[in-house]
Structures are given as structure tokens and as C-alpha cells.
């Protein structure tokens, strides 16, 4: 089959938390990619970007293709990965009508070459780009704006720093496009001196940059598509070709509690128990100052942001804005039948990922910040709670 008939696949790789959703979700809002078939590999058991990426009404069903979204995680992300991959790939060259596009968001924790592999074993895709993306801030913070992967500075000498760098450097070695993202929290010139030492550490890769997803996948359309046995000789020479799929130190514990947080101690929770060994967390939650707002809770390294995602069934059957219908309102409280008796459909679900003893030491603050049973009693009646959380919201497109 002829190259032109194939269908491309683009990923989306880098260190976690460096904004591949972001960039993947404003591309999926393009018209000319409306109609592009997702893949979504999650080291989580949860499966939380492919919940975002799917329309509100259907729900994803881990290593299958369901409303064009493939949802491998969990095990489909490791050791299931290349046969769940080449299951997705059937399902989705099957499809009415055709994808233009294959768009693979992919975790962090990936290791580049086995993922390339599992994406390309099926002769009717080819892969179109693979793209990494790197947070400007992390760069310039914890690795010297790129000179430490240049030779020109030192090396990390924290041990969990330094497992980021090995892995950043590994999918770096197969990029063929480098986004630097989130470009607005630094100076021009400081993200003038990454592109430059980005370009000069992988000299045939594209280097663009992008500040809230502001990149358009077609911006890249004179990046040729990498030849694969170019690829496949890069694994080869780097040492590179081992089976594993994720990096095996880097594992993903899920914290489930249907318990509010108390906002004070979440707070100062993240402010003094987030070490460097834990590089995402990313899921729902609730406040007990805030118990009608679904938050989004995404965080990387020092970086956390609360996105404000909707109201709870539990809230919202109150309907106190009326603008529900009574069938409304009764299927919601048949919804609500199931769910907590106190609680609702209210819950804290967070993935954390990173190293073994950062992921515990965090878990571990996040019980010690839920509420007690007599501040849940508090809630109950309507008192407050000391919240340090920010009140103002800013619309992101």
C-alpha cells in the first residue's frame, strides 16, 4: 500500500504534565480534525484524559475503541500495550467514515521506541510526527534551560531530577517535532535560549513553541514524517530497543476517598510535602468550603492548577438556578439513589505518579487533609472552612 493511503498517525509524547491534553483537546476543535480517531496511552488505572477527550454522554472502556477514542491504560499502556494497540488500530481503520488523522496522546513515563513500534505495526498507518513536548518552566528550572542535556552544565544531583532528565532525553532522541509549551511564565528571551539549545541537541527535529495550546497541528505540515528505519537504527545505537513500554520505576498508586478535603490542610499539604520525586497528579476532587464544584486537580512538579469542570449531581439536583426540567431533576435523583448516602456523587480520584517513596509520603498528606467526622458534621451544618484556595477564575479556550 502506498504511503498516501495510509492513514498518519501523529503522537503527542514529553514529561509529565508538560501540556499534551492541552495542545490535544484544542487540536481535536479543529474542523479538519473533527473526524480524527484518538488514541489516549495513561499510565493511570483511571484513564482520565480519555474521559476528557470523549463526548459527556459515553463513557471510555479501557483497551477498546469506543466514539473514536481508544483508552489504553493501565495495563493496555504496559504490558498489553502492542496487542491493545494493534486491536485500536483495526477498530479504527474499520471506521465510517475514514479518520483523516490518528492522534495519540501519550504518558509521560513512555519510553519512545516501544510505543513507535506498537503505533506502526499495522501497514495501513504510517507515523506522521512524533512530538514531545517540554514545559518551559521545568526546563529552565530543574534543567538549566536544556545546557545540562547540551554537556554545558551539570548533571542533577537529585536523584528524582535526574530520572526525569534520562527519560526526557530518551524520547528527545526520537522527536521529530519539540514544542516548548507554557511559554508565558517565563521572559521571550529566556525561551529565545531553550529553542536555540533545543536545536542545537536534536538538529533534525522542528522546534516551536506554544503558550495554552495556541499551536495548530497544521502549523507543522512542512515537518516530513521520520523514515522508520531511521528510527529503528536510532534504538539500535542508543541502546534504546528494550521491551518495556514505561519507565519501571515510574508507577501510578490512584487515591480514592469520598470525604471532602479541608482547604486549609490540602493547601499547606501541597505546599510542604510535594518533593521532587512526584511528577503528576492529575484527577477529581472536592473542598469542604466548595461542595457543588467539580475541580479538575492537575499538577506538575511545584506547578498546580484547580480547573473548575462543573457542578456535582449532588448539587445540581437542587436545581437552584431553575433552569431544569422536573424529568430532569427526577433523573438526576434516580442517578443519586446509588451514591453516598452524605456524599452524593461527590469524591476525590487522583492518580499520583513518580517515585515509589514521593508517591506514599503524598498519599499519606492527602488522608491526613481530608476532613474528620466532625468537620464533616461542620459541613453539615452549613459552617465555613478557612480557604487559602484562589477565588478568581480564568477562562482558558
Known amino acids: 500500500m502506498r504511503r498516501s493511503k495510509k492513514l498518519p498517525v501523529t503522537v503527542l509524547c514529553g514529561f509529565l504534565g508538560s501540556g499534551k491534553t492541552t495542545l490535544l483537546r484544542r487540536w481535536h476543535r479543529d474542523e479538519s480534525l473533527r473526524d480524527a480517531a484518538l488514541i489516549v496511552h495513561d499510565l493511570s488505572e483511571l484513564g482520565l484524559d480519555a474521559e476528557l477527550l470523549t463526548e459527556d454522554d459515553v463513557t471510555p472502556e479501557a483497551g477498546r475503541l469506543v466514539a473514536r477514542v481508544a483508552a489504553l491504560h493501565g495495563i493496555h499502556a504496559r504490558e498489553q500495550l502492542h ?28 519510553r519512545p521506541w516501544p510505543l513507535i513500534s506498537a503505533l506502526t505495526q499495522d501497514e495501513r498507518f504510517y507515523l506522521r510526527h512524533f512530538i514531545v513536548t517540554v514545559d518551559a518552566l521545568n526546563l529552565h528550572r530543574d534543567f538549566a534551560d536544556g545546557r545540562m542535556f547540551t554537556g554545558e552544565a551539570a548533571v542533577p544531583t537529585d536523584a528524582a531530577l535526574l530520572r526525569a532528565a534520562e527519560l526526557l532525553a530518551e524520547q528527545l532522541a526520537f522527536a521529530t517535532v519539540i514544542i516548548v509549551t507554557k511559554i508565558d511564565a517565563l521572559p521571550r528571551a529566556v525561551v529565545d535560549v531553550q529553542v536555540r539549545l533545543l536545536q542545537k541537541l536534536q538538529p533534525r527535529a522542528t522546534v ?60 499547606d499539604a501541597c505546599q510542604t510535602q510535594l518533593g521532587t520525586g512526584l511528577y503528576r497528579i492529575k484527577g477529581f476532587l472536592w473542598l469542604a468550603s466548595r461542595p457543588e464544584d467539580v475541580f479538575l486537580w492537575q499538577q506538575s512538579g511545584s506547578q498546580i492548577a484547580l480547573e473548575l469542570t462543573g457542578l456535582w449531581r449532588a448539587e445540581a439536583v437542587h436545581n437552584r438556578y431553575g433552569k431544569l426540567s422536573t424529568q430532569e431533576v427526577e433523573l438526576l435523583e434516580r442517578k443519586l439513589q446509588a451514591e453516598h448516602p452524605i456524599f452524593g456523587d461527590r469524591r476525590n480520584e ?10 506514599e509520603a503524598f498519599a499519606a498528606a492527602l488522608r491526613d487533609a481530608l476532613c474528620t467526622e466532625e468537620e464533616i458534621a461542620a459541613w453539615q451544618r452549613g459552617e465555613t472552612f478557612p480557604d487559602p484556595w484562589p477565588k478568581s477564575l480564568q477562562r482558558i479556550d
Open 208 to 267: 516551536a513553541i506554544s503558550s495554552q495550546g495556541g499551536l495548530r497541528l497544521a502549523q507543522l505540515d512542512a515537518t516530513p514524517p521520520p523514515e522508520p528505519a531511521e528510527l529503528e537504527r536510532r534504538a539500535e545505537q542508543f541502546g534504546l530497543s528494550r521491551d518495556a513500554t514505561t519507565a519501571s520505576d515510574l508507577e501510578a498508586i490512584v487515591f480514592r476517598d469520598p470525604r471532602p478535603f479541608h482547604p486549609q490542610r490540602l493547601y
Open 350 to 359: 487522583l492518580t499520583l505518579i513518580g517515585l515509589p517513596a514521593a508517591r
Open 83 to 110: 496487542t491493545s494497540a494493534g486491536r485500536a488500530l483495526a477498530e479504527i481503520a474499520a471506521l465510517e467514515p475514514v479518520p483523516s488523522h490518528v492522534l495519540c496522546e501519550s504518558t509521560g513515563a513512555a
